[in-house]
C-alpha cells in the first residue's frame, strides 16, 4: 500500500511523515481502523529517498504489517492474561492472585517484547520512503 504524505521530523534515518485520509477512502467504512483521529496520522519510515523536513513524499507500507502488529500487540497479551489467570488459579486457588498472574504475565512480555522488538526489527514489515514527489523550498 502507497500513501502520500509530509515528512514533519528526521532522526537516525527516520522520518515522522504525516498522512492525510486520502479521497478514496471517504467512503470506505474500514476508515475508522486507519484514520481514527479524523483526517490525518503520523507514522514512522525509513528515508530511504533521502527526504528532508517539509518534501511531499510517497510511503510504502507493506502488506502484512496492520495484521502482524494487531497479532503481536492484541492477540498474544490476550492469550498470555488467559493463560496466567488460569496458571494462576491452579497455583494459588485465588482470584487477586491469579489476576496479578496473568497481569505479571503481561508485564514479562512487554519487558522482553520491547527489547527485542528494537534488535530484531525486520525490515520487510518498516514503512519507508519510496520517493520524493514535491521537494520543500527551505
Known amino acids: 500500500m502507497e500513501d502520500r504524505g509530509i515528512v514533519k521530523k528526521i532522526q537516525d ?20 481502523l486507519c484514520y481514527p ?3 490525518a496520522k503520523e507514522i514512522q519510515a525509513q528515508n530511504r529517498a533521502g527526504a528532508k523536513t517539509g518534501d511531499e ?25 488467559i493463560a496466567g489467570i488460569i496458571i494462576g488459579k491452579i497455583l494459588f486457588r485465588k482470584d487477586i ?11 514479562l512480555y512487554a519487558l522482553v517484547l520491547i527489547p527485542v ?18 521537494p520543500s523550498t527551505d
Request: some cysteine; overall charge positive; aromatic content about 10%.
Open 37 to 39: 483521529s479524523g483526517g
Open 13 to 32: 534515518g527516520i522520518a515522522v511523515v504525516q498522512i492525510t485520509s486520502p479521497e478514496e477512502c471517504s467512503s470506505c467504512v474500514m476508515r475508522k
Open 97 to 107: 492472585y491469579s489476576f496479578l498472574t496473568g497481569i505479571s504475565v503481561i508485564v
Open 57 to 81: 513524499v510517497v510511503v510504502f507500507i507493506p502488506e502484512g504489517i496492520g495484521w502482524l502488529s494487531v497479532f503481536v500487540n492484541f492477540t498474544i497479551p490476550v492469550i498470555l492474561l
Open 117 to 134: 522488538d528494537r534488535k530484531i526489527r525486520d525490515k520487510r514489515f518498516v514503512p519507508y520512503i519510496k520517493e520524493i514527489i514535491n
